[in-house]
């Protein structure tokens, strides 16, 4: 268990016991919640947490500022979208666009970081900045080939869709009338597995990452550039190697929801209100530890889903009150999600986790 | 052996470093003396390659490495420590110690390997921190030590990275009188034991005493008096230009 997690545990007993639930419901999500928005909800949360993780390894342990990541991971999305339209529904098409998108971001992220990174660590934030606009601006223009602004819409294989049939959970009866299992096995929720399984492994590859010679240079280098030159290592070199590393890892993420949603368009994938709540995601978390963008990305799409639910019927509760209702009237979410952050931020500056690590 | 040829910078209108020519031996601790602003952390940067010259060459057994950056300098055995305490403050003493071991031993490029699973590495981490005596306090951030014991680190790391030529640039400054003795003692057997080539910005003239084979005086950046401690320090130029009325107390 501790090797699987490259011996950095969440650390922490309410860490660890936040990280466990989450990882629980996760792996048993499609039998604990009922109906297709919870589903729909925990694999986005899948997906997401590779995604704040995979900025994390940049923001946080490499101390690098970029704003193409979402780029990459819409890169990675189109590449599946693509290639299901014109190969045709299968898994092929499936492997053959991750690929492609994978491959796609590694080259771009090589050269933006050898056109940025030599020069200062300032100046790739830029840089992505403009890069990550011109392709935002560019698959909205070219919609013959990207859909536009309308996006994407393709079949995948049929065994991942809801009309395949992959029999049922054997049923055990564990004692009057409670019955544990026996639910029908939907492509659907093989569809889940298979984005649970790869985020799982990605997570899993990050921690590796993060914890191995390579992981410690990085952070030696968001300590003190000047120094890890000193003694030895090549800073930029290292810098380009995450920066690339950490754009396949997000064109991956990318990949696996697009075989989740069967749509890609540029709000989903390429969106800075995306990218904005990624870096939510890693600060809020906490920067400098993975653990930090699974919390992170679990309260952020928690509250982003079910925030205007639980708005709405605490309204109705109140209505009596004076005031409050309108306060509390689902149309101000957005108001109340923006104050959360704000008083997250102002208390727990290194994040949840490092708050919580902290007091350990 | 490592040498520079007219090595000289510029810094918009004022020559820092002016045409200085030197060789350094290995065994040999060579103290580099001058007043504030006479260029000796700044020869130290050119030779280390912090800073580019703006003509000149710095020769290590015979290659050219003026084009070279830091961190191939570092990679061919030039070891440089730092007059302002320059560590990874976030990260634990032997933390610190451990990516310097990391960084000679070529291992800092294994992306699936555990950093914390490498027992050579661990061993010669621990090795290093007793030798200079910091054991205790492995586990502490840089960050949070007392400044002695910062400068100390800063020694470690040096010495973790396994150099020809070692560069240290006041090594010993607002150390305790207790402490000092501690790091020069190291300094001096890495020359009488290692056999390294040490060059040492100093301005204690005790320590200058004790351990130096060789001075090199700077003044206005230019090389003005080279030789063996007791001939150079009754030069005229540098009783003048450096030394003056400090010599006459001491």
Known sequence: MIRLLSGDGPGGRLVSIAVLAIFLSLAFAPFVFEGTRALDTAARICVLIVLAASFDLLLGYAGIVSFAHTMFFGLGAYGVALSSLHMGRGFEALAAGTAAGAGAAAVLALVIGLFSLRVRAIFFAMITLAVASAVAVLVSQLSQITGGEDGLTYRIPRALTAAADHGTVPAFAIGGDLVLGGQRITGKIANYYLVFGGALLLFLLMLRLVNSPFGRVLQAIRENDYRAESIGYSVVRYRIAISVISAVIAALAGSLFAIWLRYVGPDTTLSFELMIDILLMVVIGGMGTLWGAVIGAVLLVLAQSYLRDVMGSAAERMADLPLLPQLLDPDRWLLWLGLLFVLSVYFFPSGIVGRLRGRR | ?250
């Not at chain 2, 820092?16 to 350094?24: E, Q």
């Not at chain 2, 800092?108 to 390997?113: D, F, K, P």
């Not at chain 2, 290692?194 to 003044?219: S, T």
């Open chain 2, 1 to 250: 052996m490592l040498e520079t040829r007219d090595l000289s910078v510029r810094f918009g209108g004022h020559l820092a470093v002016d045409a200085v020519s030197c060789r350094f031996r290995p065994g040999e601790l060579t103290a580099i003396v001058g007043p504030n602003g006479a260029g000796k952390t700044t020869c130290f940067n050119l030779i280390s390659g912090q800073v580019a010259p703006t003509s000149g060459r710095v020769l290590l057994e015979g290659a050219d490495i003026t084009r070279l950056s830091p961190a191939a300098r570092t990679r061919r055995g030039i070891g440089r420590g730092f007059q302002q305490t320059n560590l990874f403050p976030g990260l634990g003493v032997a933390e610190n110690i451990r990516l310097a071991v990391q960084a000679s031993r070529r291992k800092g490029g294994a992306l699936l390997r555990l950093a914390a699973a490498d027992r050579t590495t661990a061993r010669a981490t621990t090795d290093i921190l007793e030798r200079v005596q910091m054991a205790h306090l492995s586990k502490r951030l840089a960050a949070e030590l007392a400044h002695g014991d910062q400068r100390k680190l800063e020694v470690a790391m040096l010495m973790a990275l396994e150099p020809n030529v070692y560069m240290f640039d006041e090594p010993t400054a607002g150390m305790s009188a207790e402490e000092a003795p501690v790091v020069l003692s190291l300094i001096d057997s890495l020359r009488r034991d290692g056999g390294k080539c040490v060059l040492l910005v100093e301005h204690k003239l005790d320590v200058i005493r004790a351990l130096a084979d060789r001075i090199i005086v700077l003044h206005n950046g230019r090389l003005v008096a080279d030789g063996a401690p007791a001939r150079v320090m009754e030069m005229d130029i540098v009783q003048d230009a450096y030394l003056g009325q400090g010599l006459a107390n001491v």
